[in-house]
């Protein structure tokens, strides 16, 4: 177990040491991208990220869906998963996403979460961001670089790094970082045209405005967070719902989406101490917390709800998890291997096998499997590349754990890093190999960009 539970905190990225950029030249717009990535690495600090990676894959997988649906000409770097109960989210240039688990609590389902992250990829894609700091002076960007500064500087303490970034933007940039009232707009017309044509409920973006005014009305706290960067008037919920009778689609939300909206919902609430409404996801949620402390009782939880839910992906994998705690390692080789035929793609079922692995002390089967799934695509976050690097090098496949570190820093932006474990790897392999003049030519084409 205590090998599972480091694989998982494996998935929390270490924030980055280099530099804060230089901002204000003519490369603005990939001053922003580095500057996007410095703020993300400051607030992801390790107790500020919920670090569930069923709960991170299913949010990487519902900005998937929108970007590949609507071939977005955008990249997005990150998908951050805060612990914070405030209902926010945001983006940041470069494309780097923060969702609080508030707002995920908060939407009354999958169609309804989708519509926030429509609209935030709707904010990147129109280049918003860009648009407001573009017409401002080399002085507010010298500015807001300082405030990045003093928060990296202040990463032994959490609190004092989030407080330099959000007082250091409230006195200085929140008129940058906040969205005018015609860019909101703009962007409910766009993320509402992207989550119709990535097969969500249109729906969803007039239910999640109109959930949000209703918070906002009843908070006494000052509102709701993701309001005052997003505000809203009655004019945008009338005409989400035009919209949205406009697009004729379907009223109902897809049985299994809806089983694995309401399972991340169960994760979550019951990380944080929060109530689950649902009566089938609090047996979910209840099989969850049991995992640990009596795996034996969790999988009799598990097994006791519905057909529907027992079908569920994300109910499958938990069952497959328990199967290997409790000993079963033939059921639960079945139970992955079954998974894996019906969601060839799905990283979540691979990691989730690998962990497992890696939880036995099978570190060469684990390093073998996600890196044969890497090979074929594209890795979700830094992260993932880091935790095959530390399964190969647990393995003893160490100069594969150069690599794949080399490629953790590579997608972290830090070619100068990936360099330094390229040429590790090179004193590892035999001079006289195919993989030693493939490392070679590897890192002579990185040290020439």
């Known amino acids: 177990m205590a090998a599972l539970l480091l694989s998982t905190s494996a998935l929390m990225e270490a924030p980055s040491s280099a530099a804060t950029p230089e901002l204000g030249g003519a490369n603005g717009t990939d001053e922003l991208a580095v500057l996007g990535g410095r703020i993300m690495d400051a607030l992801a600090q390790p107790n500020a990220v919920l670090n569930d990676p069923v709960s991170t894959a299913y949010l990487d997988a519902l900005v998937s869906q929108l970007r590949g649906a609507n071939a977005l000409?955008?990249?997005?770097?990150?998908?951050?998963l805060f612990?914070?109960?405030?209902?926010n989210a945001f983006v940041l240039p470069g494309g780097y996403i923060g969702v609080n688990?508030?707002?995920v609590l908060a939407a009354q389902s999958e169609s309804a979460l989708a519509s926030v992250l429509a609209h935030e990829l709707a904010h990147l894609s129109q280049r918003h961001i860009e648009r407001r700091f573009a017409r401002q002076?080399?002085?507010?960007?010298a500015s807001l670089a300082g405030i990045i500064a003093g928060a990296l500087v202040a990463r032994e303490s959490p609190d004092a790094a989030q407080a330099a970034i959000y007082s250091g933007i409230a006195a200085t940039?929140?008129?940058?970082?906040?969205?005018?009232?015609?860019?909101?707009r703009e962007a409910d017309r766009v993320g509402q045209k992207m989550l119709e044509t990535a097969g969500f409920r249109s729906a969803g973006n007039a239910e999640m405005l109109q959930r949000l005014a209703s918070l906002n009305a009843v908070n006494?706290?000052?509102?709701?967070e993701y309001l005052q960067s997003h505000p809203l008037t009655p004019n945008r919920i009338g005409e989400a719902w035009?919209?949205?009778e406009r697009a004729n689609a379907a009223d109902d939300e897809n049985a299994e989406d809806a089983i694995a909206f309401a399972v991340v919902q169960a994760r979550m609430a019951s990380t944080l101490g929060q109530s689950v409404p649902d009566a089938a996801a609090q047996v979910y949620a209840t099989a969850f917390e049991q995992r640990e402390r009596d795996p034996t009782r969790s999988l009799a939880t598990l097994d006791s709800l519905d057909a529907n839910w027992q079908r569920a992906r994300f109910v499958r994998l938990l069952r497959a998890e328990l199967l290997s705690l409790t000993g079963q390692d033939s059921a639960a080789a079945d139970a992955y291997t079954a998974l894996k035929t019906d969601y060839p793609r799905d990283f979540l079922v691979h990691l989730s096998h690998a962990m497992q692995l890696a939880a036995q002390s099978e570190f060469a089967a684990a390093s073998t499997l996600l890196a044969m799934w890497l090979r074929e695509h594209r890795a979700p976050n830094p992260g993932v590349l880091q935790l095959t690097a530390q399964y190969h090098q647990a393995a003893g496949f160490d100069a594969a754990a150069q690599q794949w570190l080399s490629e953790y820093h590579l997608m972290r932006g830090d070619p100068q890093r990936a360099s330094v474990h390229l040429k590790q790897a090179l004193i590892l392999l035999p001079q006289d190999s195919s993989r030693h003049a493939r490392v070679r030519a590897q890192l002579e084409a990185l040290e020439t960009q």
């Open 73 to 80: 000409p955008i990249e997005v770097h990150s998908v951050t």
């Open 83 to 87: 612990k914070s109960l405030t209902i």
């Open 101 to 103: 688990a508030g707002l």
């Open 137 to 141: 002076s080399g002085a507010n960007f």
């Open 173 to 184: 940039t929140q008129q940058q970082l906040d969205y005018s009232r015609e860019q909101e």
């Open 220 to 224: 006494v706290a000052g509102g709701i």
């Open 242 to 244: 035009e919209r949205a």
